[in-house]
């Protein structure tokens, strides 16, 4: 059974402050994913990974950053978090590759930024 | 404007009953992709429908794609309670498989 998880699994931050959200996945795949959720926007591709150290932005990646410090984990960084920035974050773990593959999701992580 | 969108924002239906979601895209695919969200989790697969087939079944699930109208539906038979979650459409970008681009979702009620 796939298994991604996610830490943690909620956190209210302050603004401008500093927030790291953990991926890990048991998967062996090589591609991971960062998504963020907001009401009546489905989900949007902020950064995602094919390799271990190395990361490619998505459609918003501006204010995010993320890190892939090996295969199976894959962080994102809010350095100067926002308002703006409160949404539901989702990790995902892919086989990737030209022909669609399916990808396979944490369980979230609600950020809250007061 | 979407690449990828469900055609209706919220549906319901009574338990047993069957119900079909909608989905229009605007880009050549390689696949789509039906996936379920319940409350509180994180999106499932239920369905990859490839761009050379035209139906695809899963159970109570049938997919099917017209690429000819950019198009796709999921429909559920014999819906139960527990079916009862958000459903999105994705679709990939051409020679990019690897990144999908989701749509909004349709909001699924069953009601016992």
């Known amino acids: 059974e796939a298994a991604v998880t996610q830490s943690p699994r909620s956190k209210v931050a302050v603004t401008g402050g500093k927030v790291t959200l953990s991926c890990h996945q048991t998967?062996?795949?090589?591609?991971m994913y960062w998504y963020r959720q907001d009401t009546g926007h489905g989900l949007r591709l902020i950064h995602y990974?094919?390799?271990?150290?190395?990361?490619e932005k998505g459609d918003i990646p501006d204010g995010y950053k993320a890190s892939r410090p090996s295969q199976e984990n894959f962080s994102l960084i809010l350095e100067l978090a926002s308002l703006s920035q409160t949404a539901v974050y989702f990790c995902a773990s892919g086989t990737g590759g030209v022909n669609q593959d399916t990808q396979y999701f944490g369980p979230g992580t609600r950020l809250l930024v007061l | 404007s979407q690449l990828a969108e469900e055609n209706l924002w919220a549906l319901s239906v009574h338990e047993g009953e069957s119900v079909t979601v909608n989905c229009s895209y605007k880009?050549?695919?390689?696949?789509l992709q039906w996936y379920r969200q319940k409350s509180g989790e994180g999106p499932a697969q239920l369905i990859l429908i490839r761009s050379n087939e035209r139906e695809k079944r899963n159970g109570r699930l049938r997919a099917t794609l017209d690429t000819s109208s950019q198009s796709s539906s999921l429909s559920i038979t014999a819906t139960r309670c527990e079916d009862t979650a958000v459903y999105f459409c994705a679709t990939d970008r051409g020679n990019m498989g690897y990144k999908l681009t989701f749509g909004t979702g349709t909001s699924l009620l069953v009601d016992p």
């Open positions: 990974s094919y390799v271990a150290d190395s990361t």
């Open positions: 880009t050549s695919i390689t696949a």
């Open positions: 998967n062996n795949h090589d591609y």
